[in-house]
């Protein structure tokens, strides 16, 4: 069956860099976009882009351009998210989610930004 | 960017009772081929997001048929005929048509 499965949380520093991988398996890894979505304590989900695994285009969300860098490796069929720069207020769960009609979901991975 | 407003965004309601969710979007979500990419999620406590419905009406494999979604252009809804407990969380729409991709605020359905 398809399936997500990310890598563990993560606890950083303000101004470090986290990078969250995505590992894709049960269908053709190229064949669909990978979306970014992350969702702070409490909050709601917010898109933050997406990458093409067949040719590595990206679309980033506005709010994340300049600190965001989605790529992919097709040898594991998985995809890496990373967000350089970071504030307090990047503490949250981050999601990958398959295809532009974003199904399945990762399990997600908590990444916690604190001094 | 393209504005989805839900509402309400909290709804207590009754087991057993029907509830109905409201998406509107700020532009309309039919792109040039027709085709309408509305979703709706739903989250589970502590779970993530989970999909129900897709392109405004078809419903996943595994959703209960008491979950159903219409709408057209700008207007959306997702409607539970019969609520039951498995159903309390928070219910997202999603709009796939335009970037940058965006999310209703979410609606808390809670049981009374």
């Known amino acids: 069956q398809v399936q997500l499965v990310q890598s563990g949380a993560e606890v950083r520093k303000p101004g470090a860099s986290v990078k969250v991988s995505c590992k894709a398996s049960?269908?053709?890894?190229?064949?669909?976009?990978m979306h970014w979505v992350r969702q702070a304590p409490g909050q709601g989900l917010e898109w933050m882009g997406m990458i093409n695994p067949s040719a590595a285009g990206t679309t980033y969300a506005q709010n994340f351009q300049g600190r965001v860098t989605m790529t992919r490796d097709t040898s594991t069929s998985t995809v890496y998210m990373e967000l350089s720069s970071l504030r307090s207020d990047d503490t949250a769960v981050y999601y990958c989610?398959?295809?532009?009609?974003?199904?399945?979901w990762g399990q997600g991975t908590l990444v916690t930004v604190s001094s | 960017d393209v504005v989805m407003t839900q509402s309400p965004l909290s709804l207590p309601v009754t087991l057993g009772q029907p509830a109905s969710i409201s998406c509107r979007s700020s532009q309309s979500l039919v792109n040039s081929v027709g085709d309408t990419y509305l979703h709706w999620f739903q989250q589970r406590p502590g779970q993530s997001p989970r999909r129900l419905i897709y392109k405004v009406s078809n419903r996943d494999s595994g959703v209960p048929d008491r979950f159903s979604g219409s709408g057209s252009g700008t207007d959306f809804t997702l409607k539970i005929s019969r609520v039951e407990a498995e159903d309390v969380g928070v219910y997202y729409c999603?709009?796939?048509?335009?970037?940058?991709?965006?999310f209703g605020q979410g609606t808390k359905v809670e049981i009374k």
């Open positions: 999603m709009q796939g048509t335009h970037w940058p991709r965006t």
């Open positions: 049960g269908y053709t890894f190229t064949n669909f976009y």
């Open positions: 989610a398959r295809g532009e009609l974003a199904h399945p």
